[in-house]
Nanobody
Framework: QVQLVESGGGLVQAGGSLRLSCAASGSIFAMGWYRQAPGKQRDRVAVINSGGIINYADSVKGRFTISRDNAKNTVYLQMNSLKPEDTAVYYC??????????WGQGTQVTVSS
């Protein structure tokens, strides 16, 4: 059973930076980050597959960078120039080679104005 362990997150002022990490306990096809603000749906932030193909949500392009260490089955999300509207619970997501998915427990990111 593949499990995901997230780290990072916290409280930061607007314009600041945070880095999220997510380690998987097995081999993964694609990994990514989603976020959910109070009262809103969970939205995709960024995803990267085993070939290094990346997709970002328009709202984070130019500010967030996703990267992956395939040897460690770990994905990172570097978040720069954070805005109050980036405040949300961030969830790591993994797509396994059999197309099943796993979710991390979520980590809170709060950006104060």
């Amino acid at each position: 059973q593949v499990q995901l362990v997230e780290s990072g997150g916290g409280l930061v002022q607007a314009g600041g930076s945070l880095r999220l990490s997510c380690a998987a306990s097995g081999s993964i096809f694609a990994m990514g980050w989603y976020r959910q603000a109070p009262g809103k749906q969970r939205d995709r932030v960024a995803v990267i597959n085993s070939g290094g193909i990346i997709n970002y949500a328009d709202s984070v392009k130019g500010r967030f960078t996703i990267s992956r260490d395939n040897a460690k089955n770990t994905v990172y999300l570097q978040m720069n120039s954070l805005k109050p509207e980036d405040t949300a619970v961030y969830y790591c997501n993994a797509v396994l080679w059999d197309s099943s998915t796993r979710w991390g427990q979520g980590t809170q990111v709060t950006v104060s104005s």
